[in-house]
Antibody, heavy 120, light 107 residues
Framework: EVQLVESGGGLVQPGRSLRLSCAAS????????MHWVRQAPGKGLEWVSG????????GYADSVEGRFTISRDNAKNSLYLQMNSLRVEDTALYYC?????????????WGRGATVTVSS | AIQLTQSPSSLSASVGDRVSITCRAS??????LTWYQQKPGKAPRLLIY???SLESGVPSRFSGSGSGTHFTLTISSLQPEDFATYYC?????????FGQGTRLEIK
């Protein structure tokens, strides 16, 4: 069974950093691109970042460009999101999602999400 | 960034109804469009990819159509489990963007 499990969420003050992790299982992790997608409370979906199978290509939403960094460790079947200079508006449920392709296009499997709350 | 505008934003319908949700792109995205279903407290679920291809395991009452800037998700006969929020998403041009969502409620 394909499974994605996010961790690392929590409460953090504005301006601080947080690192999310996503543990993947049930598929050959290194063959597929991965995404982070977030959903603020009561709001819609927002794509945050994507990374290709080999980490050769990454992309970011304008709202997080320069503050967030996506990375992956194929040997550990893990995806990461380093979030720096956090803002109140970054408060959201962060989903890890698998792509069907080696490059990031769309999401065919989603995790349950990790909650990030940015507040003083 | 490409803007996706879904209409309507909310919709009330009855079991057995045929409903359609529209997604319009601010510029052409070819057929690089997907549809997701999200139920309260759950992660989104892929329904349609490449504008009209049905994801494995998704009931055939769901269908997608369109290309360029105008896309439609149609549910041919609503079932109780279909009441949820639906999102379109484009991947033709980065950054990837989602529509604002359409909430489908029971009448």
């Amino acid at each position: 069974e394909v499974q994605l499990v996010e961790s690392g969420g929590g409460l953090v003050q504005p301006g601080r950093s947080l690192r999310l992790s996503c543990a993947a299982s049930g598929f050959t992790f290194g063959d597929y691109a991965m995404h982070w997608v977030r959903q603020a409370p009561g709001k819609g979906l927002e794509w945050v970042s994507g990374i290709s199978w080999s980490s050769g290509t990454t992309g970011y939403a304008d709202s997080v460009e320069g503050r967030f960094t996506i990375s992956r460790d194929n040997a550990k079947n893990s995806l990461y999101l380093q979030m720096n200079s956090l803002r109140v508006e970054d408060t959201a449920l962060y989903y890890c999602a698998k792509d069907r392709s080696p490059y990031y296009y769309y999401m065919d499997v989603w995790g349950r999400g990790a909650t990030v709350t940015v507040s003083s | 960034a490409i803007q996706l505008t879904q209409s309507p934003s909310s919709l009330s319908a009855s079991v057995g109804d045929r409903v359609s949700i529209t997604c319009r792109a601010s510029q052409g995205v070819s057929r690089a469009l997907t549809w997701y279903q999200q139920k309260p407290g759950k992660a989104p679920r892929l329904l349609i990819y490449d504008a009209s291809s049905l994801e494995s395991g998704v009931p055939s009452r769901f269908s997608g159509s369109g290309s360029g800037t105008h896309f439609t998700l149609t549910i041919s006969s609503l079932q109780p489990e279909d009441f949820a929020t639906y999102y379109c998403q484009q991947f033709n041009t980065y950054p990837i963007t989602f529509g604002q969502g359409t909430r489908l409620e029971i009448k």
